[in-house]
């Protein structure tokens, strides 16, 4: 069965301590990995698009990488405002429905 | 350049009752998904449709959920006879295509509340 496994659950952090933050998947086939930001009480906020292993992509203080079985969430130097709670999902292949595999997620608290 | 629109953002329904919700995709975006979230949950897929047709419904309850994206207007998720069980946050996305993968943009939800 698809399977994304995040961890940790929940991350407390000092301002300006860097972590990462783990995605790992068992699908078939990857059509694309997807990082999103989660506030409390809204919607996902899209953050990144990952297709093939060895890709790397960055915003501001968050770097996400991809290897076959894994994705990080990279954070550097973070700011109380990078509290949030990170999704990770997967969209398998083969197939066209679209559907995203969510993981339980990684809830992110940086104190100042 | 309006985002996902949802409503309404919180609804109360007794046990039995309909509940209706409403999502309006980003401007040209044909293909709508909907999730849910369950307390303490992580997102599960329901549907995807585009207009006039459901894609893949693999997500969706057997039984009272149905989904529609007519010609024109919103993308509907109907519960009828509701259930405690239904409390949940029910998010609506958007992508522009399916073909290659495209990332899809979430709207703000609708919290189900069931009395």
């Known amino acids: 069965e698809d399977q994304v496994t995040q961890s940790p659950e929940a991350l407390r952090l000092q301002e300006g301590e860097s972590s990462s933050l783990n995605c790992s998947y068992t699908v078939s086939g990857l059509r694309g990995l997807f990082w999103y930001r989660q506030d409390p009480g809204k919607g996902p906020e899209f953050l990144f698009t990952l297709y093939s292993a060895g890709e790397e992509k960055e915003k501001e203080r968050l770097k996400a990488t991809l290897t076959k079985k894994e994705s990080f969430l990279h954070i550097t130097a973070p700011k109380p405002e990078d509290s949030a709670t990170y999704l990770c999902?997967?969209?398998?292949?083969?197939?066209?429905?679209?559907?995203?595999?969510f993981g339980q997620g990684t809830t992110l608290q940086v104190k100042p | 350049n309006a985002g996902v629109m949802q409503n309404p953002r919180h609804l109360v329904r007794r046990r039995g009752q309909e509940a209706r919700l409403r999502c309006s995709p980003m401007?040209?975006?044909?293909?709508v998904y909907w999730y849910r979230q369950l307390p303490e949950e992580g997102l599960k897929f329901m549907v995807y449709?585009?207009?006039?047709?459901?894609?893949?419904e693999s997500g969706m309850p057997k039984e009272r959920f149905s989904a529609e994206f007519p010609k024109e207007g919103p993308s509907i998720l109907r519960i009828q006879q509701v259930v405690r069980g239904d409390s949940a946050a029910y998010f609506c996305?958007?992508?522009?295509?399916?073909?290659?993968?495209?990332?899809?943009?979430f709207g703000p939800g609708t919290r189900l509340t069931v009395t």
């Open positions: 999902a997967v969209q398998e292949s083969p197939g066209n429905t679209g559907k995203l595999i």
């Open positions: 996305a958007s992508s522009p295509k399916v073909v290659t993968t495209y990332e899809q943009y």
């Open positions: 401007k040209g975006h044909s293909h």
């Open positions: 449709l585009q207009k006039e047709n459901i894609i893949d």
